[in-house]
């Protein structure tokens, strides 16, 4: 399952954008090529977020951010690459 490719973000205004669930469920997944760019988040939880599932396979690679911009962002960057969750 390929979950993003070859994305591209530019000059957005977010409150959240997120780069997950990947692997939930076991599931293998491959994303890759996704560029944040020029992007500003405002009044947030989080800002930009990789989030990988426990039991996940494949990959997640070639992700850049640039030139972001956090105002009351209570969690700008979050990289979790063993997330589970509580709630089923």
Request: positive net charge; charged residues 20%; aromatic residues 14%.
């Amino acid at each position: 399952m390929i979950w993003k490719q070859h994305e591209f973000f530019h000059k957005a205004i977010c409150k959240v954008d997120s780069i997950g669930s990947l692997g939930k469920g076991g599931l293998t997944v491959q994303a890759e090529d996704i560029h944040v760019y020029n992007v500003s988040f405002y009044k947030s939880t989080n800002g930009v977020r990789i989030k990988i599932w426990q039991g996940a396979t494949g990959y997640a690679r070639g992700i850049t951010f640039e030139k972001l911009t956090f105002n009351w962002v209570q969690n700008p960057i979050i990289i979790d690459q063993n997330y589970f969750s509580k709630v089923v």
